[in-house]
Nanobody, 127 residues
Framework: QVQLVESGGGLVQAGDSLRLSCTAS????????MGWFRQTPGKEREFVAA????????YSTNSVKGRFTISRDNAKNTLYLQMNSLQPDDTAVYYC????????????????????WGQGTQVTVSS
């Protein structure tokens, strides 16, 4: 059975940094793009960032550009999200996910385009 487990969330102050990790088990996803999403109560799940299967191209939403960096280590089957200069609006549950198709070259931003979601990790940023 495929499993994704996020970790690294916590309670921080505005301006602080966190690094989230997502480790996959059950199969290798080295030939699939992966992404990070976030969600707050009562709101839709929001695209944050994605990385291609090669790890050579990354994409992020405008609100986090210059602050968040997505990366991956295929040897460890692990996805990362380095979050710097955190702001209260970044408060959410963060989820990692795997693209539904391999070798995608154009980023997929819709949650319906991803499979194998993790359980999420809470990030809370105080002002």
């Amino acid at each position: 059975q495929v499993q994704l487990v996020e970790s690294g969330g916590g309670l921080v102050q505005a301006g602080d940094s966190l690094r989230l990790s997502c480790t996959a088990s059950g199969r290798s996803f080295s030939n699939y793009a992966m992404g990070w999403f976030r969600q707050t109560p009562g709101k839709e799940r929001e695209f944050v960032a994605a990385i291609t299967w090669t790890g050579e191209t990354t994409y992020s939403t405008n609100s986090v550009k210059g602050r968040f960096t997505i990366s991956r280590d295929n040897a460890k089957n692990t996805l990362y999200l380095q979050m710097n200069s955190l702001q209260p609006d970044d408060t959410a549950v963060y989820y990692c996910a795997v693209d539904r198709v391999p070798y995608r070259v154009v980023v997929a931003k819709g949650p319906e385009q991803y499979d194998y979601w993790g359980q999420g990790t809470q990030v809370t940023v105080s002002s």
